[in-house]
Nanobody, 115 residues
């Protein structure tokens, strides 16, 4: 079955960087539409970023407005791994981050950004 395992979260100071990873299994990862979503304490799920292929060799990416220019989503199809590079982190980025394929999410990895 579909499995997604996230890692890379942690406690960092404002302005720091983190790279989240998500190892996928149970489906053909290449060309699959993948996303990162997050959930801050007491709030609902918030979409952050997606990556997909239109059939060409180039991946298409989309970002939540508030993370544009700071976050970068990427994938390594040889490793079945999805990444989220997060730079210049802000306290409002604190949340549990999940990778998602269709309606399936992993267990999440927590990011806490102190001011």
């Amino acid at each position: 079955q579909v499995q997604l395992v996230e890692s890379g979260g942690g406690l960092v100071q404002s302005g720091s960087s983190l790279r989240l990873s998500c190892v996928a299994s149970g489906f053909i990862f290449r060309h699959t539409y993948m996303s990162w979503v997050r959930q801050a304490p007491g709030k609902g799920l918030e979409w952050v970023s997606s990556i997909y292929s239109d059939g060409s060799d180039e991946n298409k990416t989309q970002y939540l407005e508030s993370v544009k220019g700071r976050f970068a989503i990427s994938r390594d199809n040889a490793k079945n791994t999805l990444y989220l590079q997060m730079n210049n982190l802000k306290p409002e980025d604190s949340a549990v981050y999940y990778c998602q394929r269709d309606e399936v999410r992993g267990q999440g990895t927590q990011v806490i950004v102190s001011s």
